[in-house]
């Protein structure tokens, strides 16, 4: 069985008991997730009616992605600037897709 879902914009192929990145979602360790599924694929059945399907998760994890920098430069100005981020991840894992 697969289910495509949408998390914060962006679109997943996931199947049961699958762990994946997405960005970040509130919540905490342990709590479950509602998930917008756009598709469903049982068994060869493809089902695009997202009020019958339903797609359960859980948040394993609150996580930051690795550092990137942003530098700019102007030369012979005397000009730096260096910034830096990290992205907040949340790791979920996919329970039950019905």
Not at 50 to 76: C, L, P, Y
């Amino acid at each position: 069985m697969v289910a495509v879902i949408k998390i914060a914009g962006q679109q997943f192929k996931v199947t049961p008991d699958q762990t994946l990145y997405v960005p970040h979602v509130e919540g905490n360790a342990g709590d479950k997730v509602a998930v917008e599924v756009l598709m469903v694929d049982a068994d060869g059945k493809l089902s695009l009616d997202a009020k019958t399907s339903k797609v359960t998760a859980e948040i394993v994890d609150q996580v930051k992605g690795d550092t990137v920098i942003a530098f700019k430069k102007k030369r012979r100005k005397g000009f730096q600037k260096k910034k830096g981020h990290r992205t907040a991840y949340t790791k979920i894992k996919v329970t039950s897709i019905a």
